[in-house]
């Protein structure tokens, strides 16, 4: 086997090996460390993972290799970011003095901001432009360690307006290293010129968005923001249902800001993930327990929201729930998009180890977007999408709050960001 690229005398590899399954209770907490280890990569995918000396024994290195040395550094796979809103127009640094002033996120929806004031930028802008956006924040991303990540569809809220949203998504995603995996959330608001008649908007959705969407092959998943004021479970239901029946696998956002059922529903219709999951009741984490539902926790947008009540991730663990990480980077409640702020909320607030969030933004992260067979661990066959840190161990990146340890980004074999 010959090696195009080979990482060598990293302080660690971690490799977040899993199975076929997301990693749950115990195995969450458990990673495996490979001391002065390397990483031999050719054809895009990884050849061997092990110590230095046991890859170089593996491995024919010629004159046209490229080595890396990593020393001082630890290597892990790809960062997956499994929730975001990265195509949106404009933005609403506008509304941190209404938050200071104690005007509640839902509040500033219902009269007329918050999702609504960027589906009014998002409609003003064609196609290109939004690319051109989504750009920059894809090169942020990648810039930070995230080499896959999930975009929702969702601040167009028209036919058209939502297929440019997507169309976009597809594009970026075809200039872009990031690998994109796109979902429909039509679902994300009722738009004004539906305000008095919502079940109306619900029938666009059902019947001429979700259609039209999976036609063009624009989106693998559909989501719904399942909450008091916005969809209904009964009303998520409805949609979810009609995705599937266009081959949309569902997501929801559910029990973010009041306990409305959506985790129960998730697990009655064996979706892909339930997401923020603040308020999630006793019964739901059961449920999704049992139904394998991936919980994905977004904790930088409930500290950037402000609220006390953090998602009982501890909960969930010993329940048996598999647990991501995301950033749900969007305009509004979540201005992050570096996963390494995350994964030190994840460890202060939701009180995960640093073993279980670098398990949650790798391997299981990548079962709750359907990628977990190409990326999400170091493991021979796999997509070689390899992020370096400048860190003596694993522990460091939660350790070092806020700051972008990311020296090294290779993505499918392929050295996109040197730092
Ligand atoms: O996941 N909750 C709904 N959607 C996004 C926020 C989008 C926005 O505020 O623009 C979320 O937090
Ligand atoms: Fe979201």
Known sequence: MQADLLIENARQVVTSRGGANPLIKDDLGRIEIIENGAVAVGGGRILAVGTTAEVRAKVTVTPATRRMDAAGQIALPGLVDAHTHLVFAGSRENELDLKLKGVPYLEILAQGGGI????????AADREELVGIGRKYARQMLAQGTTTAE?????????????????????LASQSALDLVPTFMGAHAFPPEYKNDPEKFVDLLVTEMIPAVARQG?????????EKGVFSVEQSRRILQAGLAAGLKPKIHAEEIECLGGAELASELGAASADHLLMISDAGIRKMADA??????????????????????RKMIEAGVP???????????????????????????????PAEVINAVTINAA?????????????????????????????????????????????????????
């Open 116 to 123: 609504l004031s960027t589906v009014r930028a998002t409609r």
């Open 151 to 171: 975009v929702k569809s969702g601040y167009g809220l028209t036919v058209a307006d939502e297929l440019k949203q997507l169309e976009a998504v597809r594009d």
């Open 218 to 226: 624009l989106a693998e998943y559909c989501d719904v923001f399942c």
């Open 292 to 313: 394998g539902v991936v919980a994905v926790l977004l904790p930088a947008t409930t500290f950037y929201l402000r609220e006390d009540h953090y998602a009982p991730a």
């Open 323 to 353: 647990v991501a990480l995301a950033s749900d980077f969007n305009p509004g409640s979540c201005p992050n998009n570096n996963l390494q702020f995350v994964m030190t909320v994840a460890c202060l607030y939701l009180r995960m180890t």
């Open 367 to 419: 079962h709750a977007v359907g990628r977990a067979d190409r990326v999400g661990s170091l493991e021979e066959g796999k997509q070689a999408d390899i992020v370096l840190f400048d860190a003596p161990s694993y522990q460091y990146l939660p350790y070092r709050l806020g700051s972008n340890l990311v020296t090294t980004v290779i993505k499918q074999g392929k050295v996109v960001v040197e730092n």
